[in-house]
């Protein structure tokens, strides 16, 4: 991740499950800097209702929805905000 973020209000966590057969979503719900370190801590909000069974830990994850992630071709950005579309080309 390309973290700190400016935004992280639409920000979602994919997290695979330990097995990798499946993975659950999350809406971040709260995104706050340590000024120190630079280091970010996620609330998780709505979401993680995927793979369908219970489970206490994660393995990989990745990001989607924020901007500072656009960085290879093909991705996109849309600003709910501004309403601006952000694309990086091929």
Same mark, same amino acid.
């Given at each position: 991740?390309?973290?700190?973020?400016?935004?992280?209000?639409?920000?979602?966590?994919?997290?695979?499950?330990?097995?990798?057969?499946?993975?659950?979503?999350?809406? $971040?719900?709260?995104?706050?800097?340590? *000024?120190?370190?630079?280091?970010? #801590?996620? /609330?998780? &909000?709505?979401?993680? @209702?995927?793979?369908?069974?219970?489970?206490?830990?994660?393995?990989?994850?990745?990001?989607?929805? $924020?901007?500072?992630?656009?960085?290879? *071709?093909?991705?996109?950005?849309? #600003?709910? /905000?501004? &309403?601006?579309?952000? @694309?990086?080309?091929?």
């Amino acid at each position: 991740p390309r973290a700190p973020y400016a935004d992280a209000s639409q920000m979602e966590i994919f997290v695979w499950r330990p097995a990798r057969w499946a993975n659950w979503m999350f809406r $971040v719900a709260n995104y706050t800097v340590d *000024p120190n370190t630079s280091a970010g #801590n996620f /609330t998780f &909000g709505h979401g993680g @209702f995927q793979g369908a069974r219970g489970e206490n830990s994660g393995g990989d994850f990745f990001v989607e929805n $924020v901007f500072e992630e656009l960085d290879n *071709p093909g991705e996109f950005f849309f #600003n709910e /905000t501004t &309403g601006d579309l952000f @694309f990086y080309f091929n």
